[in-house]
């Protein structure tokens, strides 16, 4: 089992909708959580970290499932140029602070 | 947020020759830099960790005498693939952490793809 698991996508969706997307991690121990983005062939961006009490930023909203190993991102009133790929990335426990797992990234294409 | 740079941005080489990567941090000194690795369309594989003037620790599976590693300042780590196949050609990016104990302090360089021939 992958240690962080994503839906690839691609999630094709009409300007101004709202996706939601969802991703799951094996290691019940893990520490942080957070969502990066990746535009294509570009590197990852942090889009946002992801807190146990939920948080959002402007449009976006990450939550955190701890008993379900469960982490979620939603994207509100999508535009244009959320178009791209969203990683969901784990810092495990017992392997060092600095160490992040990524996820494959699950695929955004906003049409107009 | 920092800046961290890499060169070349893309290369091209032979199999069997050598091809050095470099990370810098310009704006602040990196204690760790991370090497990852991307294949198209996977997700960002951890390839070894170095921190200023030590050993590099590598991720199980990734072959320390094929990938070497220095990061001999605060501010400059190369990698280092050696005798390139085909099978190398990837998108090599690196990460640089200021030193906080929070792992999202880590600011990533642009890539660099590695097409081996």
């Known amino acids: 089992r992958k240690e962080v698991e994503q839906d690839p996508g691609p999630f094709n969706v009409p300007e101004g909708a709202t996706v939601a997307f969802n991703c799951t991690y094996s290691?019940?121990?893990?520490?942080?959580f957070f969502w990066y983005r990746q535009d294509c062939r570009k590197e990852p961006k942090l889009l946002m970290s992801v807190y146990s009490s939920g948080n959002e930023d402007g449009r976006f909203t990450a939550q955190l499932n701890r008993a379900s190993q469960y982490i979620s991102l939603l994207i509100r009133d999508s535009k244009l140029s959320d178009s791209a790929t969203y990683l969901c990335?784990?810092?495990?426990?017992?392997?060092?602070?600095?160490?992040?797992?990524f996820g494959a990234g699950t695929r955004l294409a906003v049409h107009p | 947020g920092a800046v961290v740079s890499q060169h070349p941005s893309r290369v091209i080489c032979k199999s069997g020759t050598s091809v050095k990567i470099e990370c810098r941090s310009l704006?602040?000194?990196?204690?760790?830099m991370f090497w990852y690795r991307q294949f198209p369309k996977q997700s960002l594989m951890l390839m070894a960790t170095s921190n200023e003037g030590s050993k590099a620790t590598y991720e199980q599976g990734v072959e320390k005498d094929k990938f070497l590693i220095n990061h001999a300042s605060l501010t400059l780590s190369t990698l280092t693939v050696t005798s390139a196949h085909p099978e190398d050609s990837s998108f090599y990016i690196c990460?640089?952490?200021?030193?906080?104990?929070?792992?999202?302090?880590?600011?990533f360089g642009p890539g660099t793809r590695l097409t081996v021939t």
């Open positions: 990335v784990v810092n495990p426990a017992g392997r060092g602070y600095n160490k992040l797992i």
């Open positions: 290691n019940s121990a893990s520490q942080s």
């Open positions: 990460s640089a952490g200021a030193g906080g104990p929070l792992a999202h302090e880590q600011y």
């Open positions: 704006d602040f000194q990196a204690t760790t």
